[in-house]
């Protein structure tokens, strides 16, 4: 009888170890080994495709060599950019990435890294239009992204909106200024590092209004929750500015260094 109870008690004692041993497997989590960057791909000098359909850009050059420096392999994720907070609190992506606006709502909705790079909303009108300023543009047609902050822009001033005959929204801001070209719209609302890198690329007959909308700074947003990450790739970046590494990308998109991490 003792023995039967010895042996009952000894097997009840392994079934339990075992059971133990295969929980602590599945509950390991497999280690990291790509960083997921969303963004709209139809963004340049930020982020887009080249000729040979590569998706490049000044924001793709710096996460690139954060990547490096972590040790993972970054993938480049295009995503619809009306649905980006989506993509993100799904786990679809680590981060946006993309000439994205520090806004208090986006603030209070992700985890920010500090701002790398300014940025401001204008007006792009063709330069035959005769429009020098924004209250030219009273009973006008503007263009803008849908879900951009240049939206934002036009919604947060609502005597400028009010004035306007109509705001158009597009998917992106090239199919915008496409329908600027064909006087579809009469102007069109976007990112002025955007707006400035366009011109200057295509030779398109545009003008950017002196007379901005709004003064702004882009940052990086992560999870609400995923602060370690966000502030690995803070530190990353803070010292790719002391090693001069973002000054040369920089340099390579816009001729000159124009990032303000660290200051």
Do not use: H
Not at 56 to 79: F, S, T
Not at 166 to 184: C, G, P, R, W
Request: aromatic content about 8%; hydrophobic content about 40%; charged content about 25%.
């Amino acid at each position: 009888m003792k023995c039967t109870r010895l042996f009952f008690a000894v097997a009840l004692f392994l079934i339990a170890a075992t059971g133990f041993v295969s929980c602590s497997k599945k509950s390991k989590s497999p280690e990291k080994t790509t960083f997921v960057l969303g963004l709209d791909d139809s963004f340049p000098p930020l982020g887009f495709r080249d000729e040979n359909n590569a998706i490049v850009g000044y924001d793709i050059d710096l996460a690139k060599e954060v990547a490096k420096r972590m040790n993972l392999e970054l993938v480049c994720q295009p995503i619809d950019w009306a649905a980006k907070e989506q993509e993100l609190n799904t786990k679809k992506i680590d981060c946006i990435w993309n000439g994205f606006t520090m806004t208090k709502e986006r603030q209070e909705a992700m985890a920010f890294t500090k701002p790398y790079l300014d940025n401001a909303q204008v007006v792009v009108v063709r330069a035959d239009s005769g429009i020098k300023k924004l209250s030219d543009l009273g009973g006008k047609v503007i263009g803008v992204q849908a879900g951009s902050s240049a939206e934002d822009a036009i919604n947060d001033n609502a005597g400028f909106k009010s004035s306007l005959k109509s705001v158009v929204e597009f998917k992106e801001n090239i199919t915008a200024l496409n329908d600027l070209e064909i006087k579809n719209v009469d102007g069109v609302v976007m990112d002025q590092v955007v707006a400035n890198y366009s011109i200057k690329q295509t030779g398109r007959p545009y003008i950017v209004l002196s007379e901005g909308l709004a003064n702004e700074e882009y940052g990086i947003a992560f999870r609400k929750d995923d602060t370690a990450l966000r502030d690995q790739v803070q530190v990353i970046l803070e010292e790719m500015e002391r090693d001069g590494t973002v000054a040369t990308i920089s340099s390579k998109w816009f001729g000159t260094n124009l990032s303000v991490i660290g200051k």
